[in-house]
């Protein structure tokens, strides 16, 4: 099939493995009709689905389009609306873009995938005036800490780094270019001392001014290209991890998180703009201020042989810092973040249960619990300021060593002429400046302990286990489907016991059958289990004589209905709620649906119908 092999390259691409990629071909079972671009747009989040990829979809008319794809990193599908076209022609891969020139993959009328260079222009004029369906891919965050065990939060920091290291290289370019020219100011001072003190001519002077003027000017600009791509970075952070994350949550095995608050969970995220603004101060200050002391001791050590033990000292005394305070700074920074996100959590259940502590009169409960979360903060939060104001403290009373020490060693060796008065006056300058760029990263520690704390808590949500998505697709039926049970038992993992025990049943294709039961005795938890919302249970479960375990549980949710309790709506139209954004289901589906449930007159009351929006409670 067409969608195969084009998200099989948009796989290549991201570096989804073969074992993911196979997944694919079970694709072929659901029999989606690519003739027509609705139908090839399906079967391309089908694909997508199997193969670990999201897609997020955009229309675009040639002018959108052309800005779109001159913003968006590869990998990208472009699909053309119009219906004269072949599915093949109708559809390319856009894998990387350098420039205004995308590397596009696209299928042959023999099924041969090939490569070539087309220009944003050549892509836009190939379409004609006809609009586009664009499919942004992304890959689902695998769920390798299950199959490898945790893994630290400077594990997952580099993790992020390499996703990213394109556009990081590029910003420790600038921060070098801008390191080299912030020297000018230096060099351009010893040689202009030099020269006005040998009484030459101005002409000279006047070159080295405008060196040094040229070079500060340089800096400046170099700086805020630097700002730009750090800019870049911060906005596809943002956008990978709020996509991949609510990519993961219709995936989430269920039955692990059975009667878990995830809306508090989700909390979390908010620390992705904790990234962003320590990401950004570390690949901006950080990076500048480390290559300006880089460079510093460099020209130190050009100056004279003993400036090269002062920068053996300075690196020395880097080392000892991160080595005896870096651990305890996580530590107390992570047990911060925890209690801050048990005062929030507290927050929330108060606001939910306002009208029970209301009603329950004079009590201290929510101030006496607010106390213990706010306390512990405070004490984690004291023990955290204790790491950086040692390193501080140490950082001060480094700087009055050296500041002295180097003053009266540069003056003896001005004294005993081994360097001249402007390399003196040069060398200070440069010392001020090793020394700013130390305190800065110094200071940049706290940064370092927020952006591996927020990590840390984002990878609450990332480690949250995903069902398997790989399996067979049933065939499409208007019987229904035939189940069988046989030994099935089921427990929830905080229960002592098992909630469902030595089922044996068998539902024909068609019947009709009810289960009855006193209240928690397993009747919900049975139907969701049937409905392929829980697995990990025991025994044999089969559709239409084939084991669950061998079907893919996305594929068997969509042949079955349900109406279970506990299952809310969200906010959106009365439209969004029943087709739940599937392709295909139109008006008239829709409609089908609310009248089975006796639904229909009652939305035909409401003045904007279908359009009506229902807030998160199910109120419109």
Not at 150 to 169: D, G, N, T, V
Not at 562 to 583: C, K, W, Y
Request: with cysteine.
């Amino acid at each position: 099939m067409l969608s195969c092999q084009l998200t099989a390259s948009v796989a290549q691409r991201l570096g989804v493995p073969p074992l993911e990629q196979v997944a694919v071909g079970e694709l072929a079972r659901l029999g989606l009709d690519e003739q027509s671009s609705d139908g090839l747009v399906q079967s391309l989040l089908e694909a997508g689905s199997r193969a670990g990829i999201a897609y997020v979809r955009r229309t675009a008319a040639p002018r959108e389009l052309a800005t779109l794809l001159g913003r968006l990193e590869g990998p990208l599908v472009l699909l053309r609306t119009d219906g004269d076209r072949a599915p093949h022609e109708r559809a390319l891969v856009l894998l990387q873009r350098s420039g205004r020139v995308w590397r596009v993959a696209m299928v042959d009328a023999d099924g041969t995938l090939r490569e070539s260079d087309l220009s944003i222009d050549a892509l836009i004029a190939s379409g004609g005036s006809a609009s586009a369906t664009v499919l942004v891919a992304a890959r689902l965050i695998d769920d390798a800490h299950h199959r490898d065990g945790p893994r630290s939060a400077s594990a997952r920091l580099f993790e992020l780094i390499a996703a990213e290291k394109r556009h990081i290289a590029l910003v420790y370019l600038y921060a070098t270019l801008v390191g080299l020219f912030s020297l000018t100011l230096p060099l351009g001072v010893q040689a202009t001392i030099g020269l006005v003190s040998g009484g030459l001519i101005l002409q000279p002077v006047v070159l080295l001014v405008s060196f040094v003027v040229l070079g500060t000017l340089a800096y400046g600009v170099l700086s805020v290209m630097q700002l730009s791509v750090v800019e870049t970075i911060q906005q596809r952070i943002f956008a990978r991890f709020a996509l991949e994350l609510v990519a993961r949550l219709p995936r989430l095995a269920m039955e692990k998180r059975s009667g878990e608050d995830l809306s508090e969970r989700m909390n979390r995220f908010f620390e992705v703009v904790t990234i962003q603004k320590s990401g950004a101060k570390l690949l901006v200050d950080g990076s500048t201020a480390l290559l300006q002391v880089l460079f510093g001791l460099l020209l130190l050590t050009v100056y004279h042989p003993y400036f090269a033990f002062f920068g053996a000292t300075l690196v020395l005394l880097l080392v000892v810092i991160f080595r005896v305070t870096g651990p305890k700074g996580l530590a107390t920074s992570i047990k911060e973040s925890s209690y801050k996100y048990r005062a929030v959590s507290w927050l929330g259940e108060v606001a939910r249960a306002s009208v029970s502590f209301k009603y329950a009169g004079r009590t201290d409960l929510p101030l006496a619990r607010m106390d213990e979360h706010v306390s512990g903060y405070l004490k984690y939060r004291q023990s955290h300021f204790g790491v950086l104001a040692q390193q501080k403290i140490a950082m001060v009373l480094f700087k009055t060593f050296v500041t002295g020490g180097l003053l009266v060693l540069g003056s003896l060796l001005v004294i005993d002429r081994q360097i001249t008065l402007g390399q003196f006056v040069a060398s200070e300058i440069v010392v001020v400046t090793v020394i700013a760029g130390i305190e800065k990263l110094i200071a940049s520690l706290a940064d370092v302990y927020d952006l591996l704390t927020a990590v840390e808590k984002l990878s609450q949500l990332r480690d949250l286990e995903l069902e398997e998505g790989r399996g067979l697709a049933l065939d499409r039926s208007a019987r229904g489907l035939a189940v069988g049970m046989r030994g099935l038992a089921f427990a929830y993992p905080s229960a002592t016991a098992p909630t469902l025990r030595g089922l044996d049943l068998r539902i024909a294709s068609g019947e009709r059958v009810g289960v009855i039961g006193v209240f928690g005795s397993g009747e919900s938890t049975l139907l969701r289990v049937v409905a392929g919302v829980y697995g990990g249970y025991e025994g044999t479960l089969t559709y239409d004589g084939i084991t669950r375990s061998d079907l893919d549980a996305t594929a068997l949710r969509e042949l079955i209905g349900q109406v279970l309790p506990g299952e809310p709506l969200f906010e959106g139209t009365i439209e969004e709620n029943v087709s739940m954004g599937r392709a295909g289901l139109g008006t008239a589906q829709v409609l089908e649906a609310l009248r089975a449930v006796g639904a229909h007159e009652f939305v035909q009351t409401l003045p904007q119908g279908l359009r009506t929006e229902v807030t998160a409670g199910g109120r419109t």
